[in-house]
């Protein structure tokens, strides 16, 4: 069986590994802290800063994995184009860990390399640069640290006066050591979605239905599958999605977003890895959960469709508070109503607006997916965690 190094051990690596045990996998997670998710369940864990690229290479030459599996952003992700020289097998591989773990990279290969079309942006590398940007860009503009994840860092400057708090913002969000920002155009869009876009080692890249989803604070609030739409727009979503992850080479499960409006489809942003949209797959909306088709592709088991079997949607449940032993309440709630379950992460402990579980809803493919996503919010506000 093979031996997986999971770099990054969170609620999206604890459903990884869940897959990857399913079929007999060694899976070493690795994370910032003691006790993250994934580490639950593993065969071995280890807490290491990913930053530390000497620590990250003691890791690799002790464990000698089949497969590196980075699944966050704060890592040395440098040091994996070594590790594919030295033969390891990098997911999905060194070029795409490293172009996506940067906004830089992966924007400027989209648009200046690919032709795809983004919002108009420009970056800066200091609150005075920003300003500049921002005359350029136009109010409102968005910013976003180049490197960071979950929304941390990003703002929307509609004021001169939001500037430097945007910048300040943006350095408590940023991951990594990497200061610099981009800054994007407002694009108004009618509604933005993920497109899981996997790609395999010996078949075609297959995509599943197109999953819809809204945002506060920069992350995901309720995500909801199939996200209603024309077949030409998914077309065509489809087929930038394909230009990008092949450029970046490699295999797995790519977590693709686009902005839809009124002029056509925007790349927005690309992870290279299970999505936290994603988790709505965990409500049995296709033949594989996101987490099941990554593992699939990463193993080099081919993969020979991917199955619409129901709507589904997703809502997360958000701390409030700060605890070292949070608790729940209201779960018996959400278990006692149809169509519903629920995941807890497990993580130990809690900040304000750290996701801690998600409660998950379903329908028939003839439901009503609007009903099926309000079902889910509002199931949502039945649970609190518990600060002890």
């Known amino acids: 069986m093979a031996k997986i190094l999971l770099l990054g051990s969170g609620e999206l690596g604890k459903e990884f590994t869940i897959a990857a045990k399913r079929i007999g996998q060694t899976v070493i997670a690795v994370d910032s ?10 065969d071995f864990s280890e807490v290491i800063n990913m930053l530390d690229g000497n620590t990250l290479d003691a890791l690799v030459e002790k464990y000698k994995p089949d497969y590196i599996v980075p699944e966050i952003e704060a890592i040395r992700t440098e040091r994996f184009y070594e590790y594919e020289k030295q033969g390891y097998t990098v997911i999905p591989s060194a070029k ?36 500049k940007a921002v005359s350029e860009i136009g109010m409102p503009c968005v910013v976003k640290p180049l490197m960071s994840s979950s929304g941390k860092g990003q703002s929307t400057i509609k004021t001169e006066a939001d500037i430097e708090k945007a910048w300040k913002y943006s350095q408590e969000g940023s991951r990594g050591d990497v200061a610099e920002v981009i800054v994007e155009a407002f694009v108004n869009f009618n509604y933005e979605i993920t497109l ?55 295999c797995g499960i790519w977590g693709v977003e686009f902005f839809i409006a009124d002029d056509g489809v925007y790349f927005s942003e690309l992870s290279p890895r299970p999505h936290d949209t994603g988790m709505v797959t ?9 987490f099941e088709l990554h593992l699939r592709a990463v193993l080099g088991l081919p993969i020979p469709e991917i199955t ?10 958000l701390a409030s508070e700060n605890s070292e032993n949070p608790t729940f309440e209201g779960l018996e709630k959400i278990a006692s109503a149809a169509k519903t379950d629920f995941r807890i992460f497990g993580k130990p402990t809690s900040r304000p607006y750290r996701r801690m579980g998600v409660v998950l809803t379903h329908d028939n493919l003839n ?14 506000k039945e649970v609190k965690v518990i600060s002890n």
């Open 196 to 250: 899981l876009t996997v790609t395999q080692r010996n078949g075609k890249t297959l995509f599943c239905p197109p999953i819809g989803h809204r945002q506060e604070r920069g992350d995901y609030m309720e995500s909801w599958q199939p996200a209603p739409m024309k077949t030409d727009v998914l077309k065509e979503a489809q087929q930038m999605a394909e230009k990008v992850t092949t450029a970046l080479t490699g």
């Open 308 to 317: 619409q079997e129901r709507m589904g949607a997703s809502a997360v449940i």
């Open 367 to 380: 439901g009503n997916i609007s009903e099926v996503t309000e079902r889910a919010k509002m199931l949502v």
């Open 96 to 131: 795409a860990a490293n172009f996506t773990m940067n906004r830089k990279a992966i924007r400027d290969l989209a648009s200046k390399e690919l032709g795809l079309k983004t919002a108009a942006y420009r970056y800066a590398t200091s609150a005075e640069s920003l300003k």
């Open 282 to 290: 965990l409500a049995k909306t296709q033949n594989f959960n996101e």
């Open 33 to 42: 802290y003691k006790n993250a998710p994934a580490a639950q369940l593993a």
